[in-house]
C-alpha cells in the first residue's frame, strides 16, 4: 500500500504477517517505508505515522518528495528505454555464442546489475542504460555464462573471458556506476 503524505511524499506501508511491532525505515528508492503487524488497520498506520512524525524527522534521513518524483520519471524512462532494449540485446549475444536461456526479466534493483536463476530466468538492471554498451554487454555476457557455471568458478571466469576478453577491464570500469536508480 502506498499512503501519500504532504510532508514525507509517497509512504510505503508493509503489512508484515511476522512483524509484531511498527518499523520505519527508509526504501531504496528514498522513500519511507513502514512495516507493520498485518492485521494493522489504515486508520492506525495513519495514527502511528502522526504520532511518530517528530522522531521520524530527527532519526530518519529521507529525501524530498520531489526528489522522489524526480527518481520515478527516471525510473520510467529507463524501464521504457531497457524494455526496448535489453531483451533483444540478450537474445542476440546468447545467439551469437550459442547460449539458451528461459526467460528475461528486468529489475530495478539498489545493488546488482543482473543475476541468472537456476531456472535459467537472466534479469538485469534497468540502470544498465545509463552505463557504455561495452558494460552492458559484459554483464550480459557475465549472465549467459552463469547458465553453465551458477558460480564464480575459474572455469566460469575462462568462459567470460573467451566471449569478453578485456572483462576484467570491464568489471573495474562498471564498479564507478551504481546500478541503483
Avoid at 524530498?64 to 520519471?73: I, S, V, W
Wanted: hydrophobic share 35%; proline share 5%.
Amino acid at each position: 500500500m502506498i499512503l501519500q503524505d504532504d510532508e514525507f511524499g509517497e509512504i510505503i506501508i508493509r503489512k508484515n504477517p511476522m512483524s509484531r511491532s511498527v518499523r520505519f525505515t527508509v526504501a531504496p528508492s528514498g522513500r519511507l517505508q513502514m512495516s507493520v503487524p498485518a492485521c494493522t488497520s489504515d486508520f492506525l498506520v495513519k495514527r502511528f505515522l502522526k504520532i511518530n512524525r517528530d522522531l521520524i524527522r530527527e532519526k530518519i534521513p529521507l529525501s524530498d518528495p520531489r526528489t522522489q518524483r524526480a527518481r520515478d520519471a527516471k525510473k520510467k524512462i529507463l524501464m521504457k528505454q531497457a524494455r526496448d532494449y535489453l531483451p533483444y540485446r540478450l537474445e542476440y549475444l546468447a545467439k551469437l555464442h550459442g547460449y539458451q536461456y528461459d526467460k528475461c526479466r528486468l529489475s530495478h534493483a539498489a545493488t546488482r546489475w543482473g543475476s541468472c536463476s537456476s531456472n535459467r530466468t537472466i534479469s538485469l538492471n534497468i540502470g544498465l542504460m545509463q552505463v557504455p554498451e561495452v558494460l552492458r554487454d559484459y554483464v550480459i555476457l557475465h549472465e549467459l555464462a552463469h547458465l553453465n557455471h551458477m558460480d564464480h568458478s575459474a572455469a566460469f571466469w575462462a568462459e567470460v573471458a573467451t566471449h569478453d576478453p578485456r572483462y576484467k577491464d570491464h568489471r573495474k570500469k562498471l564498479k564507478m556506476f551504481n546500478p541503483g536508480v
